[in-house]
């Protein structure tokens, strides 16, 4: 069972520069988040989707974008990287998003931008 | 706004000790719940554990335990004898009712052989 599981694990861009990182999960879950992690910082909630074909978005969502086209993909688009977009991004799953349930993590994406 | 606490940036502990580790949080609900999740080395976050506000009997799950205070708005992990496989972040979380979860900041462990 993989789980969560994003790509590339490690990336550099230059600034300006587009990218998507991947995400993808295999349990079925209707709930998908993207996070992004600073040093010393907690988790910031960047979009979040609830099922196929519905995205919002989170606390920090400029310079992001995301789609569902599927119940198991929710890749994270970055246009015109900055700088601040310097950071480990985690993707997110769980089955129906009760206040109780627990997370499911994969095991993140290493950006720099420079 | 709801915010969640944890003072302690890193911490460390002998081997086969017991650490506890502290998270305040502040919220105006009275029913919510609060979370500690783990991130190894390997950056994979896992749950280890959650707590029910409503519950007063306090969470445990094998050498993982917390000491939740409600009206103190206070919610500890307790790990008793601590392994190596025990260093990690950890993060206290909060989440309320049709709303998403809040992380703290974490606090880093290190495991002292």
């Known amino acids: 069972n993989a789980g969560v599981t994003q790509t590339p694990k490690f990336r550099i861009l230059k600034i300006g520069q587009s990218m998507t990182l991947q995400c993808t999960q295999d349990?079925?879950?209707?709930?998908m988040y993207w996070y992004r992690q600073d040093p010393g910082m907690g988790l910031k909630l960047i979009y979040y989707?609830?099922?196929?074909?519905?995205?919002d978005k989170g606390e920090v969502p400029n310079g992001y974008n995301v789609s569902r086209s599927t119940t198991e993909d929710f890749p994270l688009r970055l246009e015109l990287a900055a700088p601040s977009q310097t950071s480990v991004y985690f993707c997110?799953?769980?089955?129906?998003?009760?206040?109780?349930?627990?997370?499911?993590f994969g095991s993140g994406t290493q950006l720099s931008v420079l | 706004a709801q915010t969640v606490t944890q003072s302690q940036p890193e911490m460390s502990v002998q081997e086969a000790e017991t650490v506890t580790l502290s998270c305040t949080y502040d919220?105006?609900?009275?029913?919510?719940?609060l979370f500690w999740y783990k991130q190894p080395p390997s950056r994979q976050m896992i749950l280890v554990i959650r707590?029910?506000?409503?519950?007063?009997q306090n969470a445990t799950e094998n050498r993982f335990s917390v000491n939740f205070q409600k009206a103190a708005k206070s919610f500890s992990l307790k790990i008793s004898d601590s392994q190596l496989g025990d260093a990690a972040m950890y993060f206290c979380?909060?989440?309320?009712?049709?709303?998403?979860?809040?992380f703290g900041k974490g606090t880093r462990l290190h495991i002292l052989p």
């Open positions: 919220t105006s609900e009275s029913d919510y719940y």
């Open positions: 979380a909060y989440r309320r009712n049709g709303d998403k979860i809040i």
């Open positions: 989707s609830v099922g196929a074909g519905i995205t």
């Open positions: 707590q029910e506000a409503y519950k007063q």
């Open positions: 349990m079925n879950h209707n709930y």
């Open positions: 997110a799953s769980s089955y129906d998003g009760r206040i109780n349930e627990k997370l499911f």
